[in-house]
């Protein structure tokens, strides 16, 4: 009976456990994508910089070749420019945070998960084996007769 109860308590402890390593496999799963998101973010606001700068030297040149001389309302063009592309990249490189904290928290989430069932596990084993006791526990008192008729 003892070897039954411990069996149980084993086997609810190695339930919960593998469930506590799903958890910390998936957390770390989350963690990456959250570091790979962000490195695309990052990537896409530095080519929106790139082609940024890229524009507004060929917005110069226009002018230039234009005859325009860079004062007045081409700086003001100029300075336009500038700042929509700082703006645009500011809000990639945002959105790839946001991604990131949004993937670790989902990560810190699976991990106390995993160890909500790794808990939930071993309390199951528990349960199980103290059902299984009080089920094969042989019950003693008033009423309990050996076969021969009479009372113990």
Known sequence: MIALG????LMGAFQGY???QEGQSAGEQYESQ???LEMEA???ASRIEDEGRDFAA???????????EIGGSAVVTLAQTDKWVKA?????????KALRAYNYSSARIARSQGRAQFVGGITSGLLSAASTYGRL???KGAGYTDGGG???
């Open 6 to 9: 411990l069996a149980q308590i």
């Open 18 to 20: 593998a469930k506590y």
């Open 34 to 36: 959250g570091r790979i």
């Open 42 to 44: 990052n990537v896409e």
């Open 58 to 68: 060929n917005q110069k040149m226009m002018y230039i070749g234009a005859g325009v």
């Open 88 to 96: 645009e990249a500011e809000n990639v490189r945002s959105r790839g």
């Open 137 to 139: 526990k042989p019950v």
């Open 150 to 152: 009479t009372d113990a």
